[in-house]
């Protein structure tokens, strides 16, 4: 039925007005809590087999939605009642900001694939507050993505995270420090250890200071190069860090086949970052590296082309102690998490797995 709907009608319009629309139906249903409870009751993980805990917090299931979806935490509520275990919202900058100029999102439904360079639009740190203040009381794990303000220089990255931070951290079940994304100048920069150090030094002292001390995770763009995976890994053991989110999108488009392969000339395809299925293996790879650096001593959270329950199933071995995704949310539509949750509690129960910490990691080197 959606696929019907999305090839007659979704795709024919454009992706930012599409999302604008979907994310405030959504917030409609956040904000109706008959029906929102009754598409929980029928659409949220239940198997307990599918519960997990990391850092302290327990999730009714592995699969959450990755940052991006919902930018300024406006449909948290409804995104859980549709099945995600987590729902992970921003990037929030301590500053309101546009994002970059339209067009700045393209679907590549050959590739099952989308090409943004949003920019980091959202409405800032307070008004995110407000929101998940607003939001409290209703089952829904919420992750809190934060990241530079676009006009703050890198000599004042810290302070501007830290503001964030500040804000936002004590509404999170987990913060996020996002150092990845490909559309704010000089962000990804901040991924070398000796301006990262500094950075996530200061945000943890602000996430330990809330009443429950709130769990820090750092988000890793697939480009980096091996060397420096295992650098990130190492200094996240050491600074204490709970976890770390792999991978952001890619800048790279070797993975992306014909006809979407941009030509030289075709500008719009070249900037930006690329998510959905031309990730997924460099996302697998990083998530291998890193297990195999970090053993279960972090939290480790795969994100990049997960399409299926296989996908995720795939992860889980491979050491992902949560698993997140976006793009294919496009192309599945509504029922996404709750056939992937769906799929992998039947996979359990065939193989006899009671309890997913069986899995997590069992084909990790
Ligand atoms: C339109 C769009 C916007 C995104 N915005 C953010 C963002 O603000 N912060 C962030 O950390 N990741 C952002 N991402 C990256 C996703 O969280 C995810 O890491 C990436 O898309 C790979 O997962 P996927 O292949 O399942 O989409 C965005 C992705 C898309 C497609």
Redesign the pocket.
């Known amino acids: 039925m959606y696929r019907f709907v999305f090839s007659q009608v979704l795709s024919r319009l454009d992706p930012e007005d599409v999302h604008r629309l979907t994310v405030r139906a959504l917030r409609l249903l956040s904000v109706t809590p008959v029906v929102r409870r009754l598409v929980h009751r029928r659409l949220a993980p239940r198997d307990p087999a599918l519960r997990v805990r990391a850092f302290g917090v327990h999730f009714p299931g592995p699969f959450g939605l ?3 979806f919902d ?1 300024d935490a406006g449909c948290v509520e409804a995104m859980s009642a549709l099945g995600f275990g987590h729902v992970e919202v ?2 929030i900058t301590a500053h309101a900001q546009p994002g970059n100029a339209r067009p700045r ?1 393209f679907r590549l439904a050959g590739n099952r694939a ?1 090409i ?1 360079r ?1 920019g ?1 639009n959202n409405d800032g740190a307070s008004a995110a507050a407000r929101r998940l203040r607003r939001s409290r009381g209703v089952p829904a794990i919420v992750g809190v ?1 934060i ?1 530079k303000t676009k006009v703050v220089p890198e000599s004042g990255a810290v302070e501007d995270y830290v503001a964030s931070a500040t804000a936002l951290a004590p509404l999170a079940d987990y913060l996020v420090v ?1 150092v ?2 490909p559309n704010t100048p000089g962000l990804r920069d901040l991924q070398a250890v000796e301006l990262l150090e500094p950075l996530l030094r200061a945000v943890k002292k602000v996430a330990d200071a809330t009443p429950k001390r709130t769990p820090l995770l750092v ?1 890793i763009a697939p480009d980096l190069a091996d060397a420096d995976v295992d650098a990130v890994a190492d200094l996240a053991l050491e600074i204490g860090l709970d976890g770390i989110i792999a ?3 890619t800048v790279d488009r070797e993975a992306l086949t014909a006809p979407e392969r941009p030509a030289g000339r075709d500008a719009v395809r070249e900037s930006g ?1 690329l ?2 299925r031309p ?1 997924k293996a460099r ?1 697998l790879e990083v998530l291998r590296r890193l297990r195999a650096r970090v053993g279960d001593r972090l939290v480790l959270v795969s ?4 399409e299926d329950a296989d996908d995720v199933w795939e992860r889980l071995l491979a050491g992902a102690t949560l698993v ?5 949310l496009v192309y599945e539509g509504p029922l996404w998490a709750y056939r992937i949750h769906r799929g992998l509690a039947r996979r359990l129960r065939r193989q006899g797995v009671s309890d997913l910490r069986e899995i997590i990691g069992r084909t990790a080197a």
């Open positions: 990755a940052a991006g930018k921003g990037t999102l989308i943004n949003m980091f993505n990241g996002n990845s994304s988000k991978t952001n999108t970052g998510s959905g990730l996302s994100v990049g082309g997960v997140q995704g976006y793009s294919a």
